[in-house]
């Protein structure tokens, strides 16, 4: 096997794992606060142990920086959360879907906050997407809550954008898992008052520790390494592409592990929601090897 064809199986076992998180959040019986507090935790830990073994420098230098990052962690605690309350709110299939509109929201944000050339075709991918959205929704009001999961979702999507551009900044500087590291420690810190706040019980028994395991450290902490690892030998195009199918994978799990079952308004708007996507990545990649930079 090739350096490209390694690459190429690095990057599809990276994704293929990206799809499990929402399967899993359905599955502990933990609020969306404490799932992602326990993810964070459990992941940061592993990209530690990760960053020592490749034995890369573990210190920002750049007080501009540490504070860049620091927000960011905000931003990711959020972004994690609401994930996850999309996800305990309807489906795991309608939590992918939602979220996965951050490159329409990343489109419009680069001009904005970049400077960067607006290219017309995003806005008619826009509306696609945005359509795709509304027909998933069943129910505009606020006590249906698959519109609030959807919101949740789209919230999520948003939040990711923000993210996006901040890591494109930060990784002309530093490795991508450098600051995945600082990120995730510190909306572990955002994170903690809230998690000591929650009411519900934390049970901690040996299947919950291993789903927690598989949460933090091989799908989120592992599977990017693999990402960023596979990346060496890709053309960020390809990557793209590749990371489209995430939603794909998640929407499968769903089905086979939870049988949760999409319906036809979900599917047709998952379809546009993906076919606008899958185009802006095609019609956008400038080599930025961050598409993923967490997830």
């Not at 920086?65 to 962690?73: E, R, V």
């Not at 919230?155 to 450098?178: E, H, V």
């Not at 799990?253 to 899958?278: C, H, N, Q, W």
Request: proline content about 3%.
């Amino acid at each position: 096997m090739n350096d490209h064809q390694k690459s190429l199986s690095y990057v599809h076992l990276a994704v293929f794992l990206f799809g499990f998180p929402g399967v899993i959040g359905k599955i502990l019986a933990y609020s969306p606060l404490q799932l992602t507090w326990l993810r964070l935790i459990l992941a940061s830990l592993t990209l530690f142990i990760i960053i020592r073994w490749q034995k890369e420098k573990l210190f920002i230098f750049a007080s501009r920086d540490l504070l860049w990052l620091i927000i960011s962690g905000c931003l990711l605690a959020f972004h994690w959360s609401a994930f996850f309350w999309s996800i305990k709110l309807s489906t795991v299939a309608i939590g992918l879907l939602s979220y996965s509109t951050f490159p329409i929201f990343t489109v419009f944000l680069e001009p904005l906050l970049l400077k960067s050339a607006f290219k017309k075709v995003n806005l008619i991918l826009a509306i696609f997407c945005f359509l795709g959205v509304f027909l998933m929704v069943p129910e505009f009001k606020i006590t249906n809550r698959f519109f609030l999961a959807i919101i949740w979702g789209v919230l999520a999507g948003l939040s990711f954008s923000f993210l996006t551009i901040i890591n494109r900044k930060l990784s002309q500087k530093y490795s991508s898992l450098l600051v995945a590291f600082y990120q995730q420690t510190a909306a572990a810190i955002w994170l903690f008052p809230l998690f000591l706040w929650s009411k519900i019980s934390l049970e901690l028994n040996l299947k919950n520790l291993l789903w927690l395991i598989a949460l933090g450290s091989i799908c989120t902490a592992g599977a990017h390494t693999l990402f960023i690892k596979g990346l060496k030998y890709l053309e960020a195009q390809t990557s793209s592409l590749i990371s489209a199918l995430e939603p794909v994978y998640g929407v499968i799990f769903g089905y086979v592990l939870l049988k949760e079952r999409p319906d036809l308004r979900t599917l047709s708007g998952g379809l546009l929601i993906l076919g606008a996507v899958t185009a802006i990545s095609i019609f956008n990649i400038k080599e930025k090897k961050d598409f993923l930079l967490i997830k």
